[in-house]
């Protein structure tokens, strides 16, 4: 039988959310009124018909993070935040967020409803946990160490299959046109070469790292990213079972790196391609 009902049958019991913890809970409160922020700027751009649409994303990231900051001190007034938009927060800091207001700049500008609000948090350098938020289609992608990944209440996996010819690949393209570009398209050729099942450039780089926590990508990777990008995203692949390396395979700094995220099986092959392209000292 197909359809609906075929699917209800199949479909595994409901399973608890996971248990929230206060960061998580304050995570959550701050991405949804990042996301009001965020759908209001939106609607306004589908008016202007691309008036000005520059500063338009200028002001709703802006904004986006202003309402983040301010949702994390009224709760914790002493934790630093690294944030895109302004936010400079120390690193070493014992309690860190690190929040991207707006992820898919680019989309947003051009109404195609994949961008997110990306919070996490660390302590003393390990993040506890990840909330990304789509507020056009109101998906919400949670991580908290130890506990698992989560879309909306049913947890995430990342796909089980070990050859790149039996997944899809999704990358990230940089805002540079030289060699990082370059670097970047050529390895996506070698992607397409093995004959993955497509690549893909979503345009969001934390909602690329939550396909690989669902396991609808098996690979992602950029040559280069802000923490911001990829500090809530990070966690979400690794409690989905993945794993997350820069793209030379040493572990992720919380700073200006490549990123290379997979289910694990497929991670040294991925890894062969990108240092076969290695764009050098940029990264
Ligand atoms: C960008 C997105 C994009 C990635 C870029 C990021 P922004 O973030 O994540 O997918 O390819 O490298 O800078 O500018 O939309 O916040
Ligand atoms: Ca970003
Ligand atoms: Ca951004």
Known sequence: MVGP????????????????????????????????????????????????????????????????????????PGHEVLGEEGHAGDTSAEHLWVVDPLDGTANFAHQIPVFAVSIAYYRSGVPECGVIFNPITDEWFTAIRGQGAFQGTRPARVSGRARLDEVVVGFGLPYDRGALMEATLAAT??????????????????????????GRFGVYFEYLLSPWDFAAGRLFVEEAG?????????????????????????????????RAHDPGEIV
């Open 189 to 214: 050729a070698e992607f397409v070469r093995r004959e993955t099942h497509g690549v893909r450039r979503m345009g969001s780089a934390a909602l690329d790292l939550c396909m690989v926590g669902l």
């Open 5 to 76: 009902a075929a699917l209800a049958e199949t479909d595994p019991m409901p399973t608890p959310p996971p248990m929230k913890t206060i960061e998580s809970n304050v995570a959550d409160e701050a991405a949804r009124a990042a996301g009001d922020v965020l759908k209001r700027f939106y609607r306004d751009g589908v008016s202007m018909r691309n008036k000005d649409v520059a500063n338009l994303v200028s002001d709703a990231d802006v904004e986006a993070e202003r309402v983040v900051v301010a949702t994390i001190r009224g709760h914790f």
């Open 242 to 274: 993945g794993r997350v390396t820069d793209c030379r395979g040493g572990a992720p700094p919380l700073a200006r790196t490549g990123i290379l995220a997979s289910n694990g099986l497929l991670h040294e092959a991925a890894l062969k391609i990108l």
